[in-house]
């Protein structure tokens, strides 16, 4: 099972491309460069992450980052043995099914 598959189709490859994004804290702006995303995907997916308890975020002079909660260090170290097998894909991208 490719990277992240399990947690993909828990949380949508979006929102798990996030949360490994989040290994160190890190700005909308900057999630949104390395993932290629919109400016306002990427602030969307974190209200819905910060929503569910997996992500908290604080100020930084005048940034806003984003860590991962313990919560969601949990999950992850749960579903280690997955992401340890490649990059994260989108199930629903190959079963015809629209990508969140």
């Known amino acids: 099972m490719p990277r992240g598959a399990a947690l993909s189709c828990l949380l949508g490859a979006s929102r ?3 949360l490994l ?3 160190e804290p890190a700005s909308t702006t900057h999630l949104a460069a390395i993932l290629g995303q919109s400016l306002g995907a990427v602030g969307n ?3 819905v992450l910060r929503d569910a308890g997996l992500v908290t975020r604080a100020r930084s002079g005048r940034s806003v980052l984003y860590t991962r909660s313990p919560v969601a260090d949990a999950l992850m170290a749960s579903a280690a043995p997955d992401l340890a097998e490649g990059p994260v894909v989108d ?3 190959t ?3 629209p990508a969140s």
């Open 45 to 47: 997916h974190l209200a």
């Open 21 to 23: 994004a989040l290994d």
């Open 16 to 18: 798990a491309g996030i």
């Open 95 to 97: 079963s015809g099914e």
């Open 91 to 93: 199930q629903r991208q």
